[in-house]
């Protein structure tokens, strides 16, 4: 479904104008197919070759009406809760090649961006990670302040209360953003300090509409929709049906999240359900049941996905491509270059920093892993 629009069939060409809908093929076609072309490795490169050019100016540049650059934001907002005003392309690109293309990455289809979701919520992978690990071996609600270097005898890592832990190496998942939270003795390169303070969580909130049926289905609809106006960038069915629970989830992104997250929560709601309405139409059932969740309320978030970096700290981030300092070892979805901003990027880059960890104390990775 598309706002003010209609609807067509999913994964079929969206009901535009016919100039609209050629324009909007080309620029997802030119971002499928360049993204293909960098190497993830390389930002420098890539900065030479695209520039400062923006996601939008890409859009205004291939005649983007404003309906088409509405769409186009829609990706950048999905995607990184950020603006395409305020994202660039070759950033975009990156994100997308480290996801296995553009189109990979949008698509519901077997290794898509959005084929799986976790019975339960994703906390089930963090708990069932931890359920690997011995009794114990867990600090919860622990924020660490400080993380100091010392040659005789490794780290000390001081969190909130005082206490304190000793450890040979650190690997840091903690997001860049949020880094600044921490004080490093020594500091930081040069490099990451730059990133870290250049670089910008997006705004991101979702609001969970619970319902008695999936009313939406018995109208042919998938429950996913677009809109480039109003409140509500996307819906999408994240029902699970085994539970019983039927419900739509309505993604506040981007600009439009940062000032509805401003309003009372009453106000909040309102206007999510007045742009469902406009949506889906007026006569579709109340829901049972709301839920948001804002992540830029979050203190250990500040916001979502995965902090996106402004065109100046491309060259930094390539040459420090996040390399470890001393005892401290860096990870988290950031940090990855396979699906960057997934879980599988966070996974994929815990695993690269235990290797890193491990090969400095001359353990093989591959035997140790396979004790896990
Ligand atoms: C709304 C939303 C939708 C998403 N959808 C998807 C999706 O469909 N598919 C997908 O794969 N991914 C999705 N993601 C992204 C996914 O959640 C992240 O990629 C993943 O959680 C990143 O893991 P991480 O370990 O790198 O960082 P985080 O999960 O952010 O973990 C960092 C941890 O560091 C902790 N921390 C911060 N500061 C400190 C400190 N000072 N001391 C100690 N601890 C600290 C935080 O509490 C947090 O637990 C989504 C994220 C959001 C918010």
Not at 39 to 67: H, R
Request: hydrophobic share 40%; net charge neutral; proline share 3%.
């Amino acid at each position: 479904m598309l706002k003010d629009h209609g609807r067509s069939k999913y994964g079929a060409d969206l009901p535009l104008r016919e100039k609209d809908r050629e324009v909007f093929g080309r620029i997802r076609d030119y971002v499928q197919n360049s993204c293909q072309t960098v190497d993830v490795l390389n930002l420098a490169k890539s900065v030479a070759t695209f520039g400062a050019t923006s996601m939008d100016d890409l859009a205004i540049s291939m005649g983007a009406s404003d309906i088409v650059r509405g769409l186009v934001n829609i990706w950048t907002v999905a995607m990184l809760g950020v603006d395409s005003t305020d994202v660039s392309l070759v950033y975009f690109l990156h994100y997308c090649k480290a996801g296995g293309g553009f189109i990979q990455m949008r698509s519901d289809d077997v290794g898509g961006g959005q084929h799986l979701r976790f019975r339960g919520g994703s906390q089930a992978l963090a708990t069932g990670l931890l359920s690997c690990l011995k009794q114990n071996s867990v600090v919860l609600n622990a924020a660490v302040k400080r993380i100091e270097q010392h040659l005789d005898i490794g780290c000390i890592v001081t969190i909130g209360d005082g206490r304190q832990f000793r450890s040979q190496r650190v690997i840091s998942t903690v997001p860049s953003t949020l880094l600044p939270q921490i004080s490093f003795s020594p500091q930081l390169s040069v490099d990451k300090l730059w990133l870290i303070s250049q670089s910008k969580m997006g705004s991101y909130a979702k609001v969970f509409l619970c319902y008695l049926e999936p009313w939406w289905r018995r109208r042919g609809l998938c429950g996913l929709s677009q809109s480039p106006n109003g409140t509500i960038s996307l819906t999408r069915d994240v029902s699970s049906d085994k539970d019983g629970l039927y419900a739509l989830a309505c993604f506040v992104v981007g600009e439009r999240a940062r000032v509805w997250a401003q309003k009372s929560p009453d106000d909040r709601i309102a206007e999510v359900l007045t742009d469902v309405d406009r949506i889906y139409g007026s006569d579709i059932p109340r829901p049972v049941h709301t839920q948001e969740q804002i992540w830029n309320n979050e203190k250990f978030s500040e916001g979502a996905p995965c902090p996106v970096v402004p065109v100046s700290c491309l060259v930094s981030l390539s040459r420090d491509n996040w390399r470890a300092e001393g005892y401290i070892h860096f990870a988290g979805t950031e940090t990855s270059t396979t699906w960057k901003g997934y879980m599988e990027g966070a996974l994929v880059s815990g695993d690269r920093a235990a290797r890193e960890v491990l090969e400095t104390f001359a353990v093989d990775w591959t035997s140790a892993r396979a004790k896990l």
